[in-house]
């Protein structure tokens, strides 16, 4: 893959882009739509959603609060269970171990299932550096590396592709891969899954090493759980003989009772389904079933100074769902490449700023690219407050100054003083009615977001005074 | 260089100078919770099942959700068994079918096809070769339409299930089915490598259009035995 999300720039700038796409914009649209409906009926389905949501955020703030312990125990399950466990502080050092075990097995090439944390830390284009070809085994993520694009959306990653560039990027590229494109490919998914099929096969059946990530880890077993759809995950973690597997400190979870929230939860909120087509549970190495070592990569880059932030520290929660992206409004029309960042939507807003530090343009930006509207907080499973994250990491933005921070805080700092004392708030709420001719129909200063869009009308009278007098 | 050290055998006590990535890693995550609140524990007031405890029901409910995740759905009794596996195995069109070590003799004494048995020298590229696999399974959830399957003797390894293109899993009613998640996770063992299959391999992610069938089994048939 060679999309690189270095030097991107700021949000605002990067979203403009997109929003003038019209093809984007349909697609993500129809996506976003067409996920988040099925979500809300999977969801409605079970009477205790609240209950599993709510011991879901229990079982990881829980877990977060004694992470050291949950660790050290984790690592003694796996080792109890026959793998082998790495720790690595940073992305470099998760890379290097990485390419240092494949390379010990002789081979130069691996199969890899979707992970996140691996896209994260680059590692497909660390093993490139030194020689070794990683294949991505995801429909979305094979179209994404043969197009040489990055991805946009944590569950369907090439939902800005259209199936006609996806037979091209298909004809084009696959050759050069590996097995070609059948001739006479045609658009239809159906032919196009086909296609992958067979170019991915012949990967499959000679792969001697695999890399996955985790969606689980469960420390008293050693477990590891991977969600998957297509097989291709299945494939990853059962047939070569050497399995590496890299995953973010956060993951791990105390029981193997714990697993049943999630099993519940992530499902319907990432697929919309009861149940997704394939779940992996392995525990260290099996005799005579699947790869023989087993690598455990415990990855921290970042996960430790999120963790240390009492208000950012519950984004650790997050188990990568992506139902926040299909509601969140600013996500709908910017898209996934905006957020310069392999996590995008509105956990990418909180995540991205916290793993690698606001000192960049694009992290800097990122928790305003919200409207912090709550639709993310309400269908989060583990119930993360996205907004309250979003306002702490603007006020940590804006401390660090720069004109239009400073402004930012100023202003901030205005409305929670009006807020906090509701004459102040009335007088000010009837003062904007009764000059509402004035007001300009765009706000000055406000940049690209009010470039897209105008202001709405002020009703004649503030709600305060509406209720006070007929709406009673 | 420090760090990234592999962890084999006994886990090794934190060493004093220099500090791996994990004595590293371990000792910031210590600084960063020090002050944090006490997180209460967990409690659990979601409930164990959402469905009435009636095994015929449940059955229902189970063969009605694996339907509607596109796995084609049978229904027999012990005798009916073998006469069902051979037929289900002709209309495929199988001319060799999978076995695992431990599937009862009598399943498959009605089939015509070659039977394959699965050794540990088998390659994935010999699996490729054989038509259809038949194995029974750990359990079944009715809730949410999935068969798990933990490498029992009558399932076999994890590969054999997903290298051929055709999966026919016996369920046996009512024994090995519960009604939910938390059932089942009572039930299975964490130990063992498990596998669970709700429908045939699908993948959405092209334009959200869904396709059966991209790299596991295109065809999966459940068959469900009762008495």
């Known amino acids: 893959m060679s999309g690189t999300f270095v030097g991107m720039p ?17 697609n993500l649209r129809h996506a976003t739509h067409t996920i988040r409906d099925k979500r809300a009926k999977a969801v409605a389905e079970l009477a205790d959603w609240q209950q599993l949501r709510e011991a879901g955020k229990q079982i990881k703030n829980h877990t977060l609060r004694h992470l050291d312990r949950y660790l050290v125990q984790l690592e003694e399950s796996v080792v109890r269970a026959g793998g082998t466990v790495h720790w690595a502080a940073d992305a470099d050092e998760a890379n290097r171990i990485v390419a240092d075990l494949v390379k010990a097995t002789g081979e130069r090439e691996v199969v890899k299932v979707k992970s996140m944390a691996t896209q994260e830390i680059g590692l497909n284009e660390a093993l490139a550096a030194e020689g070794i070809s990683a294949y991505e085994t995801d429909l979305a993520e094979l179209i994404v590396q043969l197009g040489h694009d990055r991805p946009s959306h944590i569950l369907v990653p090439a939902i800005h592709r259209n199936r006609g560039e996806i037979r091209d990027i298909f004809r084009e590229e696959m050759g050069s891969w590996g097995r070609p494109a059948p001739d006479g490919l045609t658009d239809s998914p159906a032919e196009l899954a086909e296609a992958a099929r067979l170019h991915l096969r012949e990967k499959f059946l000679r792969a001697k090493v695999g890399v996955s990530g985790a969606n689980f880890m469960v420390a008293e077993t050693g477990t590891l759980v991977v969600f998957e759809s297509e097989g291709n995950g299945r494939m990853c973690l059962t047939l070569p003989e050497t399995l590496i597997s890299v995953v973010g400190i956060e993951k791990v979870i105390p029981t193997w009772q714990d697993l049943e929230v999630f099993l519940q939860t992530l499902p319907r909120s990432s697929t919309a389904e009861r149940m997704n087509p394939y779940t992996s549970m392995w525990t260290g190495t099996t005799d005579g079933d699947g790869p023989s070592v087993f690598h455990l990569v415990l990855l921290d880059n970042g996960r430790t100074d999120t ?9 650790l929660r997050c188990i990568r769902c992506s139902a926040c992206l299909n509601v969140c409004p600013v996500y709908e029309r910017a898209g996934g490449h905006a957020y310069g960042s392999v996590y995008p939507g ?15 343009e694009i992290d800097a930006s990122l928790p305003y690219a919200s409207s912090l509207c709550g639709a993310c907080y309400e269908v989060c499973p583990v119930a993360i407050d996205i907004p309250e994250v979003l306002v702490h990491l603007r006020e940590r933005v804006a401390d660090r100054g720069g004109k239009g921070h400073r402004l930012e805080k100023a202003a901030m700092k205005a409305a929670s003083w009006a807020m906090d004392r509701p004459a102040v708030l009335a007088a000010a709420e009837r003062a904007a009615t009764r000059t509402r001719r004035l007001h300009p129909k765009k706000l000055p200063g406000a ?13 004649e009278k503030s709600f305060r005074d509406w209720w006070k007098g007929e709406g009673r | 260089m420090e760090g990234g050290e592999a962890v084999t055998g006994p886990v090794r006590s934190a060493r004093g100078t220099g500090g791996s990535s994990r004595d590293r890693i371990l000792a910031r995550v210590r600084t960063a919770v020090a002050d944090a609140r006490e997180a209460p524990e967990v409690t659990r007031a979601y409930l164990t099942t959402h469905t009435p405890d009636a095994p015929a029901a449940v059955l229902d409910l189970l063969h009605e959700n694996l339907a509607e995740y596109r796995a084609l759905v049978h229904r027999t009794d012990a005798d009916g068994l073998p006469a069902l ?18 599937l009862p003799l009598e399943w498959l004494g009605e089939a015509g096809p070659v039977r394959v048995q699965d050794r540990s020298a088998s390659t994935a590229a010999e699996l490729d070769t054989v038509d259809s696999v038949v194995t029974g399974c750990a359990l079944a959830i009715a809730e949410t339409g999935t ?5 029992g ?9 997903l290298v051929p293109d055709h999966h026919i899993c016996v369920v046996r009613a009512p024994d090995q089915v519960v009604a939910s998640v938390p059932q089942a996770m009572a039930r299975l063992d964490p130990t063992r ?22 790299h596991g089994p295109r065809k999966l048939e459940v068959v469900l035995v009762t008495g």
């Not at chain 2, 003797?153 to 299930?161: A, F, K, L, N």
């Open chain 1, 10 to 26: 700021a949000f605002p700038e990067a979203a403009r882009e997109a929003v003038g796409n019209r093809t984007l914009r349909a």
């Open chain 1, 307 to 315: 963790l240390a932030d009492e208000v950012g520290r519950q984004a």
């Open chain 1, 346 to 360: 509105p956990i990418g807003a909180i995540l991205s700023p916290q793993l690698r530090g606001t000192q960049r």
């Open chain 1, 447 to 459: 940049g690209a977001w009010t470039d897209s869009r105008e202001l709405p009308e002020l009703p």
């Open chain 2, 85 to 102: 596996l051979a037929r289900l195995v002709a209309d495929h069109g199988s001319s060799t079918v999978l076995v695992p070590p431990g």
């Open chain 2, 147 to 151: 068969i798990v399957l933990d490498g």
């Open chain 2, 153 to 161: 003797p009558d399932q076999g390894r994890r590969r054999i299930t």
């Open chain 2, 193 to 214: 490598p498990l596998t669970w299959i709700s429908g045939p391999s699908a993948t959405s992610d092209i334009e959200l259009d869904r396709v059966e069938g991209v």
